[in-house]
């Protein structure tokens, strides 16, 4: 094939006895032998995100022999990551992500160099970090990194490898504006905030990133390589439940704002904005008609006649909750709308304060006046007012 990248023929570098062993049964492969393993060693490669996909992404490229990894990443480990962040162990929750996936990456194989860029990743150092690496692989679960990633692939001319996870469904792709569409040719904009959970919100087969991460990798040692036919101009679509994969023929977009013929954009923008995303609310800042979880329990404990409302999922309330509130999940509030009091104050919280908020509006819209949302639902419940509550 066609889509081999420049710069990583491989033909001065040489392996050494212990990793002529390693590699073996690649290089007893006509595919990869000696000259493509040597194209592994030359390649470089930078993962954007170290948990559910950049986990396997790390493990297999690093177990393959791609010379230099690059791994972004600014977060800290969490109980919650280790049901699929399989690159981290329990002992390593409340450690940089960063730290423990290089040490356990080199462990792997002490043959690769690992650079690690403990940083948010943002418009002000995408390009310059993402210029020293032959291939991108995008292993984020939010819009803002997403169209970043994308727009400094385009401007810089390198290939994206793609993997997004929602529940129990995956895709990936290839987006290489040289050779095929980008990803604003398939999402020309982002969905309005929201209305898309995160992984956070509607949860994540724990293997699920295993598969899509898996096939990631796959795809970037296929473009180190320079053979078989990626994922380039096709999207690929997982079903785990039926366990059914699916492709979808992508097209380029020739009024594509960054990789069409005439560009409207033309350098990194602000993407949190872009993505209709504000800053993180805090208790000296929280949005009008929302109240603190300090605020709220200062309320309860003086005995104020409220109403709280959970409108979060009956598995995750057997989880944790706050004690006197009334179970009505968001999908089920437009129809009950009629049994809620009027002459009460009434407070809504979820887990992050996403769902609550959309129920305030309904209800809001619906001619409640005395409505507000509680900012950072039961997690902020728990950071702030009662620790002893499990997050999850």
Not at 23 to 39: A, D, F, T
Not at 307 to 317: K, S, T
Not at 338 to 362: M, N, Q, T, Y
Request: glycine residues 12%.
């Amino acid at each position: 094939m066609s889509d081999t990248l420049r710069g990583t023929n491989g033909g001065s570098v040489q392996l050494s006895t212990d990793e002529l062993r390693r590699y073996s049964r690649h290089i007893v492969m006509p595919e990869v032998g000696l000259e493509g393993q040597r194209k592994l060693k030359a390649g470089s490669v930078l993962l954007v995100g170290t948990g559910g996909l950049g986990a396997p992404l790390g493990l297999y490229l690093a177990a393959a022999g791609v010379g230099r990894l690059g791994l972004v990443d600014f977060d800290v480990v969490d109980f919650t990551n280790l049901q699929r962040q399989v690159v981290f162990s329990t002992g390593d929750v409340g450690r940089s992500k960063i730290a423990a996936a290089r040490e356990r990456l080199q462990g792997i194989n002490p043959h690769i160099q690992i650079e690690a860029h403990e940083m948010r990743l943002d418009s002000t150092n995408a390009l310059d970090l993402f210029r020293n690496y032959d291939i991108i692989v995008d292993g984020t679960d939010n819009f803002p990194t997403r169209y970043l990633v994308n727009d400094a692939c385009v401007l810089l001319g390198k290939p994206n490898v793609y993997g997004s996870i929602f529940r129990f469904e995956g895709q990936a792709s290839v987006f290489w504006a040289e050779r095929g569409p980008c990803y604003r040719c398939l999402y020309e904009e982002p969905p309005p905030p929201g209305l898309v959970p995160n992984c956070a919100e509607g949860g994540v087969l724990g293997v699920l990133p295993g598969i899509v991460g898996t096939i990631q990798a796959m795809e970037t040692i296929k473009l180190l390589l320079g053979e078989g036919e990626p994922l380039i101009g096709r999207l690929l679509l997982f079903d785990a439940l039926q366990m059914r994969f699916r492709e979808l023929r992508l097209r380029k977009n020739p009024d594509c704002a960054v990789c069409g013929p005439n560009p409207r954009v033309t350098a990194l923008i602000d993407y949190e904005q872009f993505c209709g995303i504000g800053p993180q609310v805090t208790e000296a800042a929280l949005n009008p008609g929302d109240i603190s979880p300090k605020d709220l329990k200062a309320r309860l404990d003086r005995g104020d006649d409220l109403l709280v409302i959970d409108v979060r999922e009956p598995h995750e309330v057997e989880i944790c909750r706050i004690p006197g509130t009334t179970l009505i999940p968001l999908k089920t509030l437009p129809e009950r709308v009629g049994e809620l009091p009027r002459d009460r104050d009434i407070v809504v919280h979820c887990k992050l304060g996403g769902r609550s908020a959309k129920a305030a509006e309904l209800l809001r819209a619906a001619g409640f006046t005395r409505v507000q949302n509680m900012s950072g639902g039961i997690h902020g419940w728990i950071d702030t007012v009662d620790p002893s509550l499990p997050k999850y």
